[in-house]
């Protein structure tokens, strides 16, 4: 079985089980901080559960040990750091988000892979990002899944730079992904002479996305771009 057999129909023992953010002192009325409480709730590792309510982050938040983040109908992230660079780091194998609402308020890249990587799985989460929300920069990942996910960019919904330069399967399905300024989805690898292997084993599946009228480069508009990489498959979008 695959995780949407492990998370669907279980919220009942996920919340017996589960490390609760409330438990740690987040605050679900979305006035008072809730950056340290998810922080400690993610280092237990496990199963960590977002109970309804809004949830105020100031700060970067890190997967370092594996877990699953489960939100719950209602729940909502808010991010409101002004950090420049990220705001959360999945720096760890077997991370999982599943039904998690997320939104920020800088041009973050708001989910971002730079460690090497391997099980990470997106599910029927929402993401409202201001500046990239996905971004997949590690010189090495593994078994990518995105699926049935809501993505808004203002830059990309989903990049995969030439930081990536060895690796395979990512897979993105299911999914309605959007980006303002450029583009929806990017793969844009390493040239495979320049590098001693390259990433492999692309499937784009069944998504809807969409592009913005705003951007200005040349580049920007397109719903998928790929360049290099081996092994890829983009159909029914």
């Known amino acids: 079985g695959g995780f ?15 490390t609760q953010v409330t438990t740690k002192g987040g605050d679900a009325t979305g006035v008072n901080l ?6 400690n709730s993610l280092n237990v590792g496990g199963d960590v559960l977002i109970p309804l309510g809004t949830f105020k982050l100031n700060g970067k938040v890190y997967f370092n040990n594996p877990a699953l983040l489960k939100g719950s109908k209602g729940s909502l992230l808010n991010q ?3 950090a420049t660079d990220f705001d959360f780091q999945v720096a760890s194998n077997d ?8 939104q920020n308020a800088t041009g973050n890249n708001m989910i971002t892979l730079t460690a090497n990587t391997s099980n990470f799985k997106l599910y029927k989460s929402k993401l409202n990002a201001q500046g990239t929300a996905v971004y997949l920069g590690a010189l090495n990942l593994n078994d990518i ?40 989805i990017e793969i844009n690898l390493p040239n ?19 592009t913005g009228l705003t951007g200005t480069t040349s580049q920007a508009g397109f719903a998928i771009a790929i360049a290099n990489g081996k092994n890829v498959v983009v159909e029914g979008n």
Not at 4 to 18: C, E, F, N, Y
Not at 95 to 102: D, G, N, P, T
Request: aromatic share 6%.
């Open 95 to 102: 991370v999982e988000l599943e039904r998690v609402s997320i």
């Open 34 to 39: 809730s950056t340290t409480a998810l922080q």
């Open 192 to 210: 495979p002479s320049s590098v001693e292997s390259v990433f492999h084993s692309v499937r784009i599946i069944g998504n809807t996305v969409a």
């Open 4 to 18: 949407k057999d492990r998370l669907d129909g279980h919220d009942m023992s996920l919340a017996q089980i589960a």
């Open 145 to 184: 899944y995105i699926d049935g996910c809501d993505i808004s960019g203002q830059w990309y919904g989903i990049l995969m730079d030439s930081q990536c330069q060895s690796g395979k399967n990512l897979l993105i399905t299911n999914s309605k992904i959007y980006a303002e300024k450029s583009d929806g």
């Open 80 to 82: 409101t750091s002004t």
